[in-house]
C-alpha cells in the first residue's frame, strides 16, 4: 500500500488513516474508493485509524472525563459492580482480573463493560440469553450512565458507516451486515492502565498480545500511548499512537473468519511503561447472538471450509472467551 515503505530491503509496515466522510457520500465511486482503503488495510495489517468521522470531540472528553471518576470510586464501591461468574460481559473488572496472553502475568488494568440495552421486558432479558442481562452501572454516579449511552449510540453509527465500507469492500450489497448487527451483542469497554512499576513481574503488560473477538473494535486512546500491532512479516511490534480526531479501528476474529482468513484480526497489546496512568475506551462490535456466520468468500470447501465453520455469534464468542479462560484459568469481563 501506499505508506508501506522499503527501508534496507525490510518492509516497515504502518497503519493507514482513512478518512471516512466519503462513506456517506451520494457517490458510490467515492464510497467505493474509501471501501478500497478499508480493504487494503483489512488485508495488510487488519488496523486502521479513521478521520472525519463524525463524533463530537466534546462527547469524547465527557466519555474520558467520567472514565477517569469511574475508575477514581472506592474499590469497595467497584467491586460492588462485579458481575456474577455466570454473567460476565457487564460491570466491573478488577485490576490482574483478565489475563489475555497465555504465559504472562496478568494484565495490569482495570475494566467496566456495558452492553446494548434492550427494552425492559423483553424475553432474551428474562431468558437471561447471552449478553442481554442488564447493565451494571454506579449509583453515585449517574451522569455516567447517560454519557456512556450517548457515547455508545455514536459508535453505533460509525460501526454502521464502516460495516458498509467493508461490504463494500467484499463487493457485497452495502447493507449486507444489517442483520448481522442488528441488536448486536456490542460491548463498550473503559480501560485504566497504572503505569508499569519499575519492580513489575517479567513479561508483565498492560493488556497481553491478543486478537479481538468479535467482528470490529472502534477504540480511543487518550494522549499517552502505549498499543503495538504485530507485524507478522518482520515480528516487530509496530507502534499504533494516538493520533488526535481518530479513532483505530481493527477486525476481529469474526471478520477473519468470515473471510476465510483474508482480512486479518491481528495481534496486538498493550505496554504500559509511559510513567503515567493511560485509559481507552474501545467498542467492540459483535453482532447478534443468533445469526450465523457463514463464509462469505467462494472457493472455501475442504480444509479451509472445515477451519472457518459456520457457528452463530453467540457460539463464536463463547468459544473464544472459553479459549481465554482455559488457557489462562483467569476470568473474562
Ligand atoms: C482491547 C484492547 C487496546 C487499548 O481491549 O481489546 O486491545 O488501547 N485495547 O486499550
Ligand atoms: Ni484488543
Keep these: 500500500m501506499s505508506d508501506v515503505v522499503e527501508i534496507t530491503g525490510q518492509k516497515a509496515a504502518s497503519i493507514p488513516v482513512i478518512d471516512i466522510a466519503p462513506l456517506r ?30 463524533v463530537s470531540p466534546d462527547l469524547v ?19 460492588r459492580l462485579v458481575p456474577p461468574e455466570a454473567h460476565p460481559g457487564r460491570g466491573y473488572g478488577p485490576m490482574h482480573g483478565q489475563a489475555l496472553e497465555p504465559g504472562t502475568p496478568p494484565d ?7 452492553t446494548l440495552s434492550l427494552p425492559e421486558g423483553d424475553p432474551r432479558v428474562a431468558a437471561g440469553r447471552f449478553g442481554r442481562l442488564p447493565n451494571l452501572w454506579p449509583d453515585s454516579l449517574p451522569e455516567m450512565r447517560v454519557v456512556m449511552e450517548r457515547y455508545q449510540a455514536a459508535m453505533v453509527e460509525v460501526r454502521d458507516l464502516l460495516l458498509t465500507g467493508l ?5 457485497l450489497a452495502e447493507d449486507y451486515f444489517a442483520e448481522y448487527s442488528v441488536e448486536g451483542v456490542e460491548m463498550q469497554r473503559l480501560l485504566h492502565y497504572p503505569p ?9 503488560k498492560g493488556c497481553g498480545a491478543h486478537t479481538d473477538f468479535g467482528g470490529i473494535t472502534i477504540l480511543k486512546q487518550d494522549e499517552v500511548g502505549g498499543l503495538q500491532v504485530l507485524d507478522d512479516d518482520t515480528g516487530n511490534w509496530i507502534d499504533a499512537p ?28 498493550v505496554i504500559s511503561n509511559a510513567g503515567r496512568d493511560r485509559f481507552s475506551i474501545p467498542f467492540f462490535s459483535n453482532g447478534n447472538p443468533d445469526y450465523l456466520i457463514d463464509s462469505l468468500l467462494t472457493g ?12 452463530t455469534v453467540e457460539q463464536q464468542l463463547i468459544q473464544r472467551i472459553t479459549e481465554v479462560r482455559l488457557t489462562n484459568g483467569a476470568p473474562t469481563p
Design 25 to 54: 457520500s451520494k457517490s458510490r465511486d467515492e464510497r467505493l474508493a474509501v471501501a478500497r482503503q478499508i480493504g487494503e488495510a483489512a488485508q495488510d495489517m487488519g488496523f486502521f485509524y479513521i478521520a472525519n468521522h463524525g
Design 61 to 79: 472528553a465527557s466519555a474520558f472525563r467520567l472514565a477517569k471518576e469511574f475508575f477514581s470510586l472506592p474499590l469497595e464501591e467497584k467491586m
Design 108 to 114: 495490569l488494568k482495570e475494566s467496566f463493560i456495558f
Design 167 to 171: 461490504a463494500l469492500s467484499l463487493g
Design 196 to 204: 508499569q512499576p519499575p519492580d513489575h513481574e517479567p513479561g508483565e
Design 242 to 269: 494516538p493520533i488526535p480526531e481518530t479513532f483505530v479501528v481493527n477486525l476481529g476474529d469474526q471478520i477473519q473468519r468470515w473471510t476465510g482468513g483474508r482480512y486479518r484480526s491481528n495481534v496486538h497489546r
Design 300 to 311: 472455501q470447501d475442504g480444509p479451509a471450509r472445515a477451519h472457518f465453520e459456520p457457528l
